[in-house]
């Protein structure tokens, strides 16, 4: 009975993400504004960090395709490449790294995907500590950034509570402007 009641769970929570992905758990309000305005936004932010030296700079992805559409979403969104509207950019590990592992109060958090569990949301605290001088081989990510996993466990997005480094198995997802964190989770947890 336990076993059938955590499928039926499990299902739920599945059909409810893609349907939130989908536009189809809300009515879509004038208000709200559109996908469209977002996005001028977004891409003024990315210029702002570019020309400020936050982020890089990285050409633009082609437009997406008819042919590339899985589903319909409401009149007052728009489908943009993931790239476009974030900064995603790769880990780095000082080597050998036991060099850099330290217990030292000034050590900085160094963040691994053991350090978190599977199904989990959020990443709360480390185990292990790198030596400041290893942060400029590395990557620091500050609370409220996304981390997904791009090995072992490919695939399954944390939000960060903490300041840290992470290593190559972690991509950093720097949301530029106008993403709500739990549906970024959610749309990141789900199928598409």
């Known amino acids: 009975m336990q076993n059938q009641y955590t499928s039926n769970q499990e299902a739920l929570k599945s059909k409810l993400i893609n349907a939130g992905i989908q536009g189809k758990l809300t009515e ?43 589903f319909k979403i409401p009149h007052n969104w728009k489908w943009v490449r993931f790239g476009d509207t974030s ?16 217990n030292e109060e000034n050590g900085i958090n160094w963040i691994k995907i053991g350090d978190v569990e599977k199904g989990g949301k959020y990443i709360l605290g480390t185990k292990e500590k790198i030596k400041p001088e290893g942060e400029k081989m590395s990557r620091h990510v500050y609370p409220g950034d996304f981390l997904l996993t791009n090995s072992m466990s490919f695939g399954r997005p944390y939000i960060s509570k903490i300041e840290g480094c992470i290593h190559d198995g972690w991509l950093l997802i720097h949301a530029l402007k106008g993403f709500d964190q739990d549906y970024l989770y959610y749309l990141l947890s789900s199928g598409y």
């Open 28 to 70: 879509q309000l004038p208000e709200d504004g559109t996908a469209d305005d977002l996005y001028i936004q977004i891409q003024r932010e990315r210029k702002k960090q570019e020309s400020e030296g936050t982020i890089k700079e990285v050409d633009k992805q082609p437009i997406i395709s008819d042919s590339e559409v899985p």
């Open 87 to 102: 900064y995603i950019v790769r880990g780095g590990s000082p080597r050998p790294i036991k060099q850099y592992i330290t």
